[in-house]
């Protein structure tokens, strides 16, 4: 069956850096777009970063561009998040999707 399974989450200080994993198996992962989304307590899942099958083309939400990187390794079925110059308004649980289906979420916490 699909699994998505994230990892790298953890806290962090305003201004450093952290690496979301998302290992994914069940489906052709080279066939398929990956997506990041996040949820703030108290707001709505929203949309942060997609990359397509082959890894050319990346989109992100207006807040976190020229600071996060979405990348894969289509050989080892896996998207990467790299997050950079945290601001505590990156705090959320970040969540994988890819095929109508959802990863678990890691927890990300910038603060002092």
């Known amino acids: 069956q699909v699994q998505l399974v994230e990892s790298g989450g953890g806290l962090v200080q305003p201004g450093g850096s952290l690496r979301l994993s998302c290992a994914a198996s069940?489906?052709?992962?080279?066939?398929?777009?990956m997506k990041w989304y996040r949820q703030a307590p108290g707001k709505e899942r929203e949309w942060v970063a997609s990359i397509d099958g082959s890894g050319g083309m990346r989109t992100y939400t207006g807040s976190v561009k020229g600071r996060f990187t979405i990348s894969r390794d289509n050989a080892k079925n896996t998207v990467f998040l790299q997050m950079n110059s945290l601001k505590p308004e990156d705090t959320a649980v970040y969540y994988c999707?890819?095929?109508?289906?959802w990863g678990q979420g890691t927890q990300v916490t910038v603060s002092s």
């Open positions: 069940g489906f052709t992962f080279r066939s398929y777009a």
């Open positions: 999707y890819a095929n109508t289906y």
